[in-house]
């Protein structure tokens, strides 16, 4: 019996002592999830947010206010365009004809159904966009056709770069087919405009009161001058001609690429298609 009470004695001087050193038994299970740590007290001051910690915050707002979320397109389908559409649907829109033997107002299923090749590329401000291959009506000259179909899945933007070309200073070769197209586009469309902004040529000559004196005089550089091609690739110069009906806007303009080789780019708007764009946005708001 005494040897029973002191065992107990023994076991319960052994739990109080574990208790006080903070001993944790073995039999209690826990992981990582079960952990908290908690911080001391802070005080008041160190709980509010620095000014410039704040003008962070806010900025970070505002960046992702302004970023536009990336659709994602499935075979080329935009996302806006609802699955339980059936393919009748799309095709019943009525189309005109476009330029390259494309249709406005088209779909990507229905331009696809004409057996063009769409590869899908990336086009600021210009969502589902594509290259377009294997034209019905394909111009040698162009070689590069881009496409857009938007978030509606209308065709309403073509664009069409010309092949580069090793030109003259003055960029004559890319000249004479500006004009060339201009008046094709012209004849088309009408309503031409031409809009030149010229170079500006800072130049010394000499006085005319004091021929030992010289003055510099600036001079706007004319079409064609001989630096031509290097102040259209500068953009000192730029030159294009706008061109309109009552459905299809155009514009022809002049690139140089960073090899001094000239080309033109047409692109073309449908006006009523982004008109109604515009209304369908307004009604719904």
């Given at each position: 019996?005494?040897?029973?009470?002191?065992?107990?004695?023994?076991?319960?001087?052994?739990?109080n002592?574990?208790?006080?050193?903070?001993?944790v038994?073995?039999?209690t299970?826990?992981?990582?999830?079960?952990?908290?740590?908690?911080?001391?007290?802070?005080?008041?001051?160190?709980?509010?947010?620095?000014d410039?910690?704040?003008n962070q915050?806010?900025?970070?707002?505002?960046n992702l206010?302004?970023?536009?979320?990336?659709?994602?397109?499935?075979?080329?389908l935009?996302?806006?365009?609802?699955?339980?559409?059936?393919?009748?649907?799309?095709?019943?829109?009525?189309?005109s004809?476009?330029?390259?033997g494309?249709?406005?107002?088209?779909?990507?299923?229905?331009?696809?159904?004409q057996?063009?090749?769409?590869?899908?590329?990336?086009?600021?401000?210009h969502?589902?966009?594509?290259?377009?291959l294997n034209?019905?009506?394909?111009?040698?000259?162009f070689?590069?056709?881009?496409?857009s179909?938007?978030?509606?899945d209308?065709?309403?933007?073509?664009l069409?770069?010309?092949?580069?070309?090793?030109?003259t200073?003055?960029?004559?070769?890319?000249?004479?087919?500006?004009?060339?197209?201009?008046?094709?586009?012209?004849?088309?469309?009408g309503?031409?405009?031409?809009?030149?902004?010229?170079?500006?040529?800072?130049?010394?000559i000499?006085?005319?009161?004091?021929?030992?004196?010289e003055?510099?005089?600036?001079?706007?550089?004319p079409?064609?001058?001989?630096?031509?091609?290097?102040?259209?690739?500068s953009?000192t110069?730029?030159?294009?001609?706008?061109?309109?009906?009552?459905?299809?806007?155009?514009?022809l303009?002049?690139?140089?690429?960073?090899?001094?080789?000239?080309?033109?780019?047409?692109?073309y708007?449908?006006?009523?298609?982004?008109?109604?764009?515009e209304?369908?946005?307004?009604?719904?708001?």
């Amino acid at each position: 019996m005494k040897n029973f009470v002191l065992f107990l004695l023994i076991a319960f001087w052994s739990v109080n002592v574990l208790a006080d050193d903070g001993v944790v038994s073995q039999n209690t299970l826990f992981d990582d999830a079960d952990i908290i740590v908690r911080a001391a007290p802070q005080k008041s001051s160190d709980n509010s947010l620095s000014d410039k910690s704040k003008n962070q915050a806010v900025e970070s707002a505002k960046n992702l206010l302004r970023q536009t979320p990336h659709r994602l397109t499935i075979k080329g389908l935009p996302s806006s365009v609802s699955s339980a559409q059936s393919t009748k649907q799309l095709h019943e829109r009525p189309t005109s004809p476009a330029p390259f033997g494309l249709l406005w107002n088209s779909s990507i299923a229905s331009t696809r159904e004409q057996g063009i090749k769409l590869n899908l590329v990336e086009i600021k401000d210009h969502p589902n966009s594509f290259e377009a291959l294997n034209l019905p009506k394909p111009i040698n000259f162009f070689d590069r056709i881009f496409v857009s179909y938007g978030l509606t899945d209308q065709l309403y933007r073509i664009l069409a770069y010309s092949k580069y070309e090793n030109d003259t200073p003055s960029a004559s070769h890319i000249l004479a087919q500006y004009h060339t197209y201009s008046d094709y586009l012209d004849k088309k469309y009408g309503n031409m405009q031409q809009q030149f902004t010229p170079a500006t040529i800072t130049k010394t000559i000499p006085d005319e009161k004091d021929k030992e004196k010289e003055i510099t005089i600036e001079e706007t550089a004319p079409l064609g001058n001989p630096d031509f091609l290097s102040q259209l690739a500068s953009g000192t110069a730029v030159l294009y001609s706008t061109y309109h009906n009552d459905e299809v806007e155009a514009t022809l303009s002049i690139g140089v690429n960073g090899d001094n080789q000239s080309f033109l780019v047409i692109e073309y708007r449908n006006l009523q298609i982004l008109k109604q764009q515009e209304n369908n946005t307004i009604d719904a708001l």
